[in-house]
């Protein structure tokens, strides 16, 4: 039975992720800490967003996610894609939001990311050989075969529609300017071996827009994809967060 002391972790994945790739940090945390993972729109054989595919409309369907689960005390843990959605929601000031943590998040600006490189991976869709090429580039540790093909194939049953209107739309928009309504606790972890997304960047486009004492902690060896890279760490970092949160 989960303890009723902590907030409950919402875990939002990666882009062309899964809900389940959070599943060795939850792990590593044990069940004193309630989580939930859901799947996003497009994502896990989750179905669109009522919206569509902006940063709006999955913020929207973690909202009425939230609000199905009846959740009043939460903390969102948001992962690349789904730390600019995560800060979207966060932006709003919804009740029951006690913290806000970051995995190499998609900053709030623009993603850094050059048209060539854009135009390789909307190319690169559902393509094995791409795929495992993505893989290669995301992680930076050691993965077992089990867990490299479920990263594989989370890829590969991507929805299109989702996988292109993230690299032509959701990773360009820009919601800097709300940044200053994000009024919780805030952290951000980075892998310093992220081919993805460095720290710096994060140092850069992220981190000056959070609330004043933000820590950026850097996970040496590991890269973009840290609930797989690094998920004993990522828990260790989290319970310290989760630890200094006030209480509700």
Avoid at 34 to 47: D, H, K, T, V
Avoid at 121 to 142: D, H, N, V
Avoid at 182 to 198: E, K, R, T, Y
């Amino acid at each position: 039975m989960a303890s009723s002391t902590f907030p409950t972790l919402i875990y939002l994945h990666y882009w062309a992720g899964a809900g389940h790739a959070w599943q060795g940090v939850a792990d590593a945390l044990g069940p004193d800490y309630p989580s939930l993972s859901p799947n996003l729109g497009g994502f896990g054989g989750a179905p669109a967003p009522a919206g569509g595919y902006s940063v709006d409309a999955y913020a929207d369907s973690v909202a009425a996610y939230i609000e199905e689960n009846q959740l009043a005390h939460y903390v969102l843990v948001g992962h690349s894609m789904g730390g600019k959605i995560a800060l979207a929601l966060a932006a709003r000031q919804p009740i029951g939001l006690v913290g806000l943590a970051l995995l190499s998040p998609s900053p709030p600006t623009a993603e850094p990311m050059t048209e060539q490189d854009r135009q390789q991976s909307l190319k690169a869709y559902g393509k094995p050989a791409e795929a495992e090429k993505t893989f290669q580039t995301i992680t930076a540790r050691p993965q077992p075969p089990a867990i490299k093909e479920q990263i594989i194939q989370d890829n590969l049953r991507s929805n299109k529609a989702a996988w292109d209107a993230w690299l032509l739309h959701g990773s360009r928009e820009n919601i800097a300017a709300r940044m200053c309504d994000v009024q919780v606790p805030c952290a951000i972890l980075a892998g310093d071996q992220d081919q993805i997304m460095s720290p710096s960047v994060h140092g850069l486009e992220t981190l000056p827009l959070l609330p004043e004492n933000t820590p950026l902690e850097i996970i040496g060896g590991a890269g973009h994809l840290l609930p797989y890279d690094a998920p004993k760490e990522v828990a260790a970092l989290l319970r310290d967060f989760v630890s200094r949160l006030p209480l509700q």
